[in-house]
């Protein structure tokens, strides 16, 4: 079974909020204040020490987490860095699924965005906290080309079990079968069921060679596109201009999504149609 669209980056809203109740609580800071306030009152017998850092701990917490000085300055930064390590990461892991041809394409890709969120930078007629959110779809955008990529790399694979001259010798022996042997009989009623699997195994080849061609047709289409935005984006005057370039991209996603699962659906029916046949 291939996996086509992968599920596990779509998060629920809630798990999209930085933590910002732990970034105040863990943090070197804090804890450190926390281990010497607690040290300071066992050593010197002082417990009033432990009860106003406990006090004063508890205000930190009541207010730090909400204020919005602490959020600009280092947690919604730290929060970032975490997403974006995390999502490298997990791109990582689908690169390794990769064929070296393909690894060195996504790294391309991967380069091109990096690209373009450089340029768009050093654009002064766009403001990056406008941009932040569009920007964000480059991600999501690899993150499809990934996807689509590992299906292309399953399918190549599949096919190239196919052998389709020994399709046809074997096809050809069947047919012999059932033309020689009289109707009604045991051994031409199951040379037919063999054809008709055969039959069956050479159409979904030749419709998996299809959606593997549009496949790869719609990743071309992603490449190209993404360096016709590096060429955009250095003019592009207003954040509508990009937001527009990357929607038509998005638009064209849903067509790549559409793609995989046919082809998925194909490379499954492939693998139970003998089954199937078989059982009548």
């Known amino acids: 079974m291939i996996c086509v669209v992968s599920s596990d980056r779509k998060r629920a809203s809630a798990d999209d909020e930085p933590p910002y109740a732990r970034y105040a609580f863990l943090n070197p800071y804090n804890l450190t204040l926390l281990a010497g306030a607690a040290t300071t009152a066992a050593a010197t017998g002082h417990w009033w ?103 292309c790399a399953r399918c190549e694979s599949q096919l190239r079990g196919f052998d389709l001259v020994d399709l046809q010798r074997r096809g050809q022996f069947y047919q012999d079968q059932v033309a020689h042997f009289p109707k009604g009989d045991r051994r031409s009623e199951v040379a037919q069921k063999n054809l008709e699997v055969l039959a069956a195994r050479k159409n979904r080849m030749e419709a998996m060679q299809r959606n593997l061609q549009t496949a790869r047709g719609h990743m071309d289409l992603m490449e190209n596109s993404f360096r016709l935005l590096g060429d955009e984006i250095v003019t592009m005057a207003n954040p509508t201009e990009l937001a527009t370039r990357l929607d038509d991209l998005r638009i064209g996603v849903q067509a790549i999504r559409e793609t995989a699962e046919e082809v998925e659906e194909n490379y499954d029916q492939l693998e139970e149609e003998p089954a199937k046949q078989m059982r009548r």
Not at 50 to 63: D, I, K, N, Y
């Open 49 to 151: 020490i432990a009860v106003c850092a406990a006090a004063t701990e508890g205000l930190w917490m009541v207010f730090a987490p909400d204020s919005k000085v602490l959020q600009r300055a280092a947690w919604d930064k730290r929060w970032e860095r975490a997403k974006q390590n995390e999502l490298e990461e997990h791109q990582n892991q689908k690169f390794l699924r990769l064929t070296p041809e393909d690894q060195t394409r996504a790294h391309a890709l991967r380069d091109q965005r990096a690209r373009i969120y450089q340029l768009a930078a050093e654009n002064p007629s766009l403001a990056m906290d406008l941009m932040k959110d569009e920007l964000a779809k480059l991600d999501a955008l690899l993150e499809d080309y990934l996807d689509l990529a590992i299906v």
